[in-house]
């Protein structure tokens, strides 16, 4: 008999920076230990399809369920449904406010209120700039409540030469937190011979 699938949730909301998302959810869904379930806001579904040039729904693979922010009843809404991670990528500063205050309004929210509540593991990628003090204030708040910040800042050591490999540095950070890899952005100075050589990746 096979092991139980881990239940994973990537949460796209409205932020700028949609290719995270997809390149995190192509590389989840072929983990055939993985059940992906993805949840989009309003405002993430147009991004995403602003800034990827495909709706949301026909660029996801065979095997990820969907969710809208309206879907209250979905089961990871409830703390009795095994979670193993909730990944909200990327994460505006609205949905970053809600979870800070646990002023939920939608299944976003709900989950990532859940996640909090049951001690699990919730990681948010914010992106926006400048950031006034309540945004800072929220990411301390949330941290505080358990969350980890993980924001969409990709360095430039390993020599990013297109926007996916740019990308694929912070997608490899959220998959490090998720105790994966997707063997992208090796860890600094590792491999130094490698290095040496001016092949990446660090
Ligand atoms: C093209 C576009 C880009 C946006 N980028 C950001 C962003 O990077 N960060 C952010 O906090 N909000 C951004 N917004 C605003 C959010 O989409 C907006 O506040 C929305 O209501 C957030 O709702 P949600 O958190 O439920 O997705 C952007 C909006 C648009 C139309």
């Not at 993985?34 to 709706?55: K, M, P, R």
């Not at 948010?124 to 949330?142: A, D, F």
């Amino acid at each position: 008999m096979q092991p139980p699938k881990d239940n994973v949730v990537i949460a796209i909301t409205g932020a700028s920076g949609a290719i995270y998302a997809k390149l995190l959810i192509h590389r989840l869904a072929k983990d055939e230990g993985i059940n992906l379930n993805i949840i989009a806001s309003h405002a993430g579904s147009f991004v995403y399809e602003f800034e990827i040039g495909t709706t949301l729904d026909k660029d996801l693979p065979d095997n990820v369920r969907l969710y809208r922010e309206d879907e209250f009843t979905a089961p990871f809404a409830s703390g009795s449904v095994p979670l193993r991670a909730m990944v909200i990528v990327p994460c505006t500063m609205a949905t970053l406010g809600a979870i800070a205050w646990s002023s939920g309004r939608n299944l976003i929210h709900r989950v990532a209120d859940v996640c909090l509540k049951e001690r699990r593991r919730l990681i948010l990628v914010p992106r926006e700039t400048p950031l006034h003090e309540g945004h800072l204030e929220n990411m301390l708040r949330c941290v505080r409540l358990g969350a980890l910040i993980l924001p969409a800042m990709p360095g430039f050591y390993h020599k990013p030469s297109t926007i996916e490999d740019l990308a694929n540095f912070v997608v490899s950070r959220i998959l490090n937190h998720l105790d994966m890899s997707d063997g992208f952005a090796k860890p600094w100075n590792y491999e130094k011979e490698e290095i040496e050589r001016g092949d990446h990746f660090i």
